[in-house]
C-alpha cells in the first residue's frame, strides 16, 4: 500500500518524539511518505495532490480536526469518489478529535495507530457522509468557495466562540476545554441580540424558521467533547445521513441557564428541547440566511464573516480506514 502521512507539527497533544514513533509504525506496513505541513492550508494542497496522482491509495492525517478537514478538503477538490480517490485515516493530535472520536478511534494517538494498523490488516473500512457549505446563489455571499465540512458547522454564536479562540491561540495561548469555556462566557456577554435573532434557515417544502439566535450544524453525533464527555446538540446526526440542524431562538439568561444544563447533560437519546429549540433530522439542503454578517465555522475553523450560507448533505462522500 502506498500511503501520504500528513503530520502537523504544532498538533497540541503530540511531541517530536511520539510523532517519530507513530510515523516507524506506520512505515513498517507500508510504503510512507511523511510530509509536515508548513504554512495554513498546506494539509489541503498535499491531499489535492494525493488525490490527482493516481498512485496514492491512502492519506494518513496526524493532527487535530483542523488538519483532518483541510485534507479532506484537498481529497474531494474534484467532488467525492469513494472507489477513485484515496481512502483516508485519522491519528488524532489535537485537543479534542472529534471526527476520529465519532469514527470510534482512540483518543489516544498511539493506541489509535495500533487500532489504525489492524483496520488496515483486516480491511475494515467505511463510507461516510460529509457536508459541504457554499455561499447562497444571487445573494451577496454567492463567490465564497464552498467547502466540506466532517462533523460540524455553525452560523453565529458558536462561530464567534471559535474565532475567539483563534484569537487566543495567535497570542500564544494553548487550546484547551478552559479556553473555550472563557471564550463563550465573553461571547455571551457581548452577543447584542440574544433575544431576537438575524438568522432564517429555509429548507425546501417548509416555512421558514425566523429570528435564531444561534444555529449548529451536524453531521455526526456527539457534536463536540468536553474533556470525555461527550456534548450532543444533535443527537440523530450520523455519518449515514443527512445534516441535522439546532437552532435556538433565544439566549437571555434564563435559556442560558436551560439549555447550557441540557447540553451539559445531554445524551444519544436527547439533546436541547424547548419552546426556543429548533431542531431538524436528516436534510439535504438547507440555507441559513442572516440579516447582518455573522461569523462562520466549520470543523472549529473560523472562517470570517457571512450573511447567506447554503448547506448540502452528501452521502457516502469518502472512504474511512476504522
Known amino acids: 500500500m502506498r500511503a501520504l502521512l500528513v503530520v502537523n507539527p504544532a498538533a497540541t497533544t503530540t511531541s517530536a518524539r511520539t510523532r517519530d514513533v507513530l510515523i516507524h509504525a506506520l512505515a513498517s506496513e507500508m510504503k510512507l511518505e511523511a510530509v509536515t505541513t508548513e504554512y495554513r492550508g498546506h494539509a489541503r494542497d498535499l491531499g489535492r495532490q494525493a488525490a490527482e496522482s493516481g498512485n496514492t491509495d491512502l492519506v494518513v492525517a ?11 478538503n484537498g481529497l474531494l477538490h474534484a467532488g467525492p469518489d469513494p472507489e477513485r480517490l484515496p481512502g483516508l485515516a485519522v491519528v488524532p493530535g489535537g485537543s479534542t478529535n472529534v471526527f476520529a472520536r465519532a469514527l470510534g478511534l482512540p483518543n489516544d494517538p498511539v493506541e489509535a495507530t495500533g487500532a489504525l494498523l489492524d483496520a488496515l490488516r483486516e480491511g475494515r473500512e467505511r463510507t461516510v457522509g460529509l457536508g459541504i457549505a457554499a455561499g447562497t446563489p444571487g445573494t451577496d455571499d454567492e463567490a465564497v468557495p464552498s467547502r466540506w465540512f466532517t462533523f460540524n458547522a455553525g452560523l453565529g454564536f458558536d462561530a464567534g466562540v471559535v474565532g475567539r479562540v483563534e484569537q487566543q491561540r495567535e497570542r500564544g495561548r494553548r487550546s484547551t476545554h478552559a479556553l473555550y469555556i472563557r471564550q463563550a462566557v465573553r461571547q455571551l456577554l457581548g452577543e447584542s441580540q440574544r433575544r431576537h435573532g438575524s438568522i432564517t434557515l429555509e429548507r425546501p417544502g417548509a416555512d421558514p424558521v425566523t429570528d435564531l439566535v444561534l444555529s449548529i450544524v451536524c453531521n455526526t453525533a456527539p457534536w463536540t467533547y468536553l474533556g470525555n464527555r461527550p456534548v450532543y446538540a444533535s443527537p440523530k446526526a450520523s455519518f449515514d445521513t443527512g445534516l441535522d440542524v439546532l437552532g435556538l431562538s433565544r439566549l437571555s439568561t434564563a435559556a442560558v441557564a436551560l439549555y447550557g444544563t441540557q447540553l ?30 455573522l461569523p462562520l465555522q466549520m470543523d472549529g475553523d473560523h472562517l470570517g464573516l457571512r450573511r447567506s450560507v447554503t448547506f448540502t448533505g452528501v452521502r457516502r462522500a469518502l472512504r474511512v480506514i476504522v
Open 62 to 72: 496526524l493532527g487535530g480536526d483542523g488538519t483532518v478537514n483541510e485534507v479532506v
Open 264 to 293: 451539559l447533560t445531554s445524551s444519544p437519546e436527547r439533546g436541547p428541547h424547548g419552546k426556543h429549540a429548533h431542531s431538524f433530522h436528516d436534510l439535504d439542503q438547507f440555507t441559513l440566511h442572516s440579516k447582518v454578517p
